[in-house]
């Protein structure tokens, strides 16, 4: 049985404009926290996904799926992971994470 962990965050396109290839938090937000992830034991999988809600603001959501929920809850305690966290929530748009069983 695994676990996956959601990290939704919605911001304004222009804040958005930053998390794009180049940028300093794209890398941070991709290719950092994909080796952070695969140094990690029990990972199965990992995406960010963006896509554009009702109101027109982009939704980045982060997706990581672990094979224990000990493996979860120690890239949840990442100091590099949580300081990414910290740094894209905001007062007006906090972080929204999930946890979830999966059972299929």
Do not use: H
Not at 46 to 66: H, L, Y
Not at 68 to 96: C, G, V
């Amino acid at each position: 049985m695994a676990f996956i962990r959601t990290t939704t965050i919605a911001m304004s396109r222009e804040e958005a404009e930053e998390i794009r290839p180049g940028k300093l938090v794209y890398s941070a937000l991709i290719g950092g926290r994909k080796f952070i992830c695969q140094t990690l034991n029990g990972l199965i999988s990992t995406a960010v996904w963006r896509s554009v809600n009702p109101q027109g603001k982009v939704v980045f959501t982060i997706f990581t799926e672990w094979s224990t929920m000990e493996d979860l809850q120690a890239y949840a305690r990442q100091p590099t992971i949580r300081e990414l966290e910290e740094q894209l929530a905001t007062k007006e748009d906090p972080l929204t994470v999930m946890v979830y069983e999966n059972i299929g």
